[in-house]
């Protein structure tokens, strides 16, 4: 029963919140398996065997499959949940949000819930036809190599410090024309100051430099502009980049450009700018500058 309530535990951890006293609360049945187990062992020795012959493996043993199966199921749904709020923040609140969609998590998911969907028709086939545990170790020998693999990404990873990201799904505000003019200048004022050339520059740092919040720079980014701030600020970047390109590569690669406008992840670059222009960065160049030699470019990796 720990099982679910612990992954949900570290994808909320993972993703920047902050986890309560109230999670001990989700170990509660974990606290009941437990205590269960822990009575059948101080049982004596035939009570212990009747219980077991009789009441645990025809009825409990079935039924706690079905509570852990469950359980994992509504955590797992849980976990889903909050990555893809976390993600929907980062794209409204940070122009790096690439270096923090953490992909292992989502690659966990999906195979713990493959595992899970294997485990219900075992569930299913074992109203007619019991299984043994024996016959039901190689899933939980899968779920251990998960739990290793997760560990490995989360060792390897484990320098990354999360940005910390409010929820302004919920807030509104009342733009009238005012607004959308200080929309543009806050965009005239972020394109003239540069700041869109840092890597990790967020929403938080813009509101900073503005004396606002976080809430109404976004709504009055969002409705003044019809844009979030990440696309404001790639945009931004990609544009600079291809003002660039159109003047050749002067002996740097595009990867080398890309970074120096505020990008710091090839795959974050490659695909902002493939959502902006409509062509790749080396088609795109292809079509400024026909005659360009692009061995560097390709030498560095990028998207061809």
């Known amino acids: 029963m720990a099982y679910g309530p612990l992954i949900y535990a570290y994808v909320l951890t993972l993703s920047g919140l902050t986890i309560g006293r109230r999670i001990y609360l989700h170990l509660i049945p974990l606290g009941v398996q437990v205590a269960y187990y822990l009575i059948l062992l101080l049982l004596p020795k035939h009570s212990s065997h009747e219980w077991i012959q009789n009441i645990h493996f025809p009825w409990i043993d079935y039924l706690l499959a079905v509570l852990v199966t469950f359980s994992m199921s509504v ?20 122009s790096d949000s690439e270096a923090f969609r953490f992909p292992w998590i989502t690659r966990f998911l999906i195979l713990n819930t493959v595992s899970l969907t294997t485990l219900c028709v075992f569930l299913i086939l074992g109203l007619w036809y019991p299984f043994s545990y024996d016959e039901h170790f190689w ?18 990873f484990g320098d990354i410090q999360v940005p910390l ?25 972020i394109q003239e100051s540069a700041w869109w050339k840092h890597p990790e520059f967020s929403l938080k740092d813009l509101a900073n430099q503005l004396g606002s919040n976080t809430s109404t720079v976004s709504q009055i980014l969002n409705k003044g502009l019809g844009k979030n701030f990440n696309t404001l600020i790639n945009e931004m970047r990609v544009n ?36 902006i222009v409509g062509l790749t960065p080396s088609e795109y160049l292809n079509s400024q500058v026909p005659n360009h030699k692009s061995l560097k470019y390709v030498k560095n990796g990028a998207n061809s």
Do not use: P, V
């Not at 955590?75 to 993600?87: D, G, V």
């Not at 990201?165 to 004022?189: F, G, M, N, P, T």
């Not at 600079?240 to 406008?261: D, H, Y």
């Open 75 to 94: 955590y797992l749904y849980a976990s889903y949940r909050r990555l893809i709020n976390f993600n929907r923040q980062l794209e409204q609140q940070r």
């Open 139 to 156: 899933l939980f020998s899968i779920q251990s190599l998960l739990l290793l693999y997760l560990s490995f990404e989360s060792w390897k």
């Open 165 to 189: 990201l409010r929820d302004i799904s919920q807030c509104h505000i009342h733009l009238d024309q005012s607004e959308h003019e200080k929309a543009l200048s806050w965009q005239k004022l």
């Open 240 to 275: 600079s980049i291809c003002e660039t390109l159109r003047s050749g590569l002067e002996g740097r690669s595009i990867l080398e450009i890309a970074f120096s406008k505020g990008f710091n992840s090839k795959n974050s670059f490659n695909r902002n700018f493939k959502n």
